[in-house]
Structures are given as C-alpha cells and as structure tokens.
C-alpha cells in the first residue's frame, strides 16, 4: 500500500457476517477458536509505535513518517488522527521540521538527503534490522558479495541493500536461487528480510548452496524471533482448523506469511482481513474449528474484534495455543529518552 499526502486509500467494506445466526446443532458439530500465541505486536513495532507518540507529545503535530510507520492500516489512522503525517518520501518533508524513519529501516542515501534538508531525523528502524544493516555494511567492507533474500520493493529490503550498493544481489525465491548470477571468485554470504517464512528461506538457500557450496551464513539468524514465533504457533494450530482468519494488512510480509503457513501446515482454509467487517458468511459454512493469529504489527484490539464477530456467529469457545512466551523490550532512540542530569 502507497500513502501519500498522510491519506490511507480504504477499501470498500465487506457485508459482515450474520450475527446471532441460527445454526442446526447437528450440521457440523461443536464450534471453537484456536488462538495462536505468540501473535500481534512485536517488540520493534512497540518501539515504533511508541516513538511517533512520543514525538508528537514532546514537539507537538505535525511529526512527519516516512512510509508507514509500521504495515498496518489501523495503526497508521490512528496515529494521522493524532497528528503524525506519513509521507512518500523525505523531500514531502518541510525543511527543518521533525521527521521519523519508519520500523522498516532507510538506506544511508535517505538518512544524507534528511541531513541535507535540515531535518530533525528520528530514527524508529527496528533494532533487528539494523542488525541486518550492520552485517550488509561489514561484509561490504570485507569485499565480500551478498545474496539477499527477501521481496522486492519492500522497504526493508531497499533499505538494506543501500547499504551496500553494487554488493548485493536479490533473491526472492527458490527458482531465483536456480537462476541468480555472482561475480566470480569472490567471497559470497547471504542475508536476509526480517519477516520471511522461515521454511521457503531456508529452501532458497539451500538451492543457493547447491550452486555455491561455499556460501556462507550470516553471523546470526536474520529472520526476526518475532515472525518465527509466530510461524511456530501458526503450525501448531493451522492442522486442526477448517478455516483460518489471520489479521493484517496486506502489505505486511509477515502476516501475509502467515496465510502461507497455515496452508502449508494442514488448515483447509486460511484467510487475512484487516478488520473483522471484512469476514464473509461463506467462510464459515461447514467449519467447526477456526484458527485465528495476527501479524506483527497488529494492535490486540483487531484481534478482539475478529472473537467478538466469531462469537456472535456460533464460535464462542476460544481455546488458547501457546508456543513461546515473549518478553523482549527495545528502549526508544535516544532522542526521545528523558535527558540525564
């Protein structure tokens, strides 16, 4: 999804499901929620999230975003309804005022054309993309060559490989890894987006590894503990589910992989709505267990919401299914940090 001029392009709403319906008992038997734990906000969209309220209640509106602060729709209202105005890009920005990079990370080419507007730049990158960053701009130092898995077009990956431009290749597939072409005698590493599915990264690289048996790993694990968490919930949950519903916004990665797992892993069915309008009668015909997750940057609230409806349409009983507990917490950048004495 574009944002531009601070406006969020909706799409038209969806006839919600029936409530109260009549069911006969003996059509599909009882009816449960399966929810996935670990789900929903992460600590890097914490961070962000916070960072933009934080600003705008120590400078006061307008606090400018560039992109959406994180992938979602709802988060990104309610912060434009509190006075944060996202922005394409940092020439939208007037000169001199406050402007805040996005969870998602910006190239070194953003961050210099932000100092040369005389920007007040904050920087709300998530601290594991960061990481990835400071491998990208190590190994570029070291000559070596990267293979970066991930989507293009996604800020993260073009963050990322600013930082080390002519240096990295992208591979967003396994058929990529059967096709990409690497300088020759040279030292080759790969990397990778933060929010990927854990199984296809890992078939890419295999694949990678098939053609280049002397790739080798990054340093740590570059697929983010959040988006595996919840991969791994998403696994245990999807096998015993006719339908699951997973709440996101279509252009987060990690939700959208989300979908992807569930099928993957057995459920009959699997769906993303932003919102709990956007579920449809035809889902639910015949279905007895319904799995239910968000992605990383989604407020619990959406997810509440999504219960409520199931709730009022036949599936009252929500069972929990936890596979980690998560308890991470990343402090806010340092400009927004109360000042020592």
């Known amino acids: 999804m574009t944002i531009s001029n601070g406006r969020i392009p909706l799409d038209p709403p969806r006839a919600p499901i029936a409530r109260h ?19 929903g906000y992460c600590a890097g969209v914490d961070r962000a999230v916070i960072t933009v309220e934080q600003a705008l209640a120590q400078h ?6 560039r992109k959406q602060i ?5 988060v990104v209202a309610e912060l434009e309804r509190a006075g944060a105005v ?7 920005v007037p000169e001199g005022a406050l402007v805040v990079f996005s969870a998602h990370g910006v190239s070194p080419a953003v961050v210099a054309e932000a100092s040369d507007r005389g920007l007040q730049a904050i920087d709300a990158t998530c601290p594991l993309v960061t990481k990835v960053h400071r491998e990208a701009q190590r190994f570029a130092r070291d000559e070596a060559h990267m293979l970066l898995v991930g989507h293009a077009g996604h800020e993260e990956v073009e963050g990322t490989m600013g930082e080390a431009p002519g240096r990295m290749t992208l591979v967003q597939s396994p058929a990529d890894a059967d096709a990409v072409d690497v300088p020759e005698h040279t030292r080759l590493v790969w990397l990778s987006q933060t929010t990927l599915s854990v199984d296809e990264t890992m078939e890419t690289v295999r694949r990678l590894r098939v053609r280049f048996p002397y790739l080798e790993d990054p340093p740590s694990d570059d697929i983010c503990y959040a988006t595996q968490n919840r991969q791994v919930a998403m696994k245990k949950v999807a096998p015993e589910c006719d339908l699951v519903i997973v709440v996101g916004s279509a252009n987060s990665s990690n939700t959208v992989r989300l979908v992807d797992v ?3 892993a057995g459920a009959r069915a699997a769906y993303r709505v932003d919102a709990s309008r956007e579920i449809e009668q035809a889902w639910l015909e015949g279905v007895r267990t319904i799995g239910v997750s968000s992605g990383a940057s989604v407020p619990e609230v959406l997810v509440a919401e999504v219960l409520a409806e199931l709730a009022d349409a036949g599936w009252g009983q929500v069972d929990e299914v936890r596979t980690a507990e998560e308890d991470l917490v990343f402090s806010l950048p340092k400009e927004l940090r109360p000042s020592r004495r």
């Open 21 to 39: 319906r009549l069911v006969d008992p003996g059509d599909v038997g009882p009816r449960r929620v399966l929810l996935a734990s670990p789900r």
């Open 60 to 65: 006061g509106a307008p606090v400018y975003v």
């Open 70 to 74: 994180v992938h979602n729709r709802h």
């Open 86 to 92: 996202f922005v394409d890009e940092v020439d939208a």
């Open 262 to 264: 569930a099928l993957e």
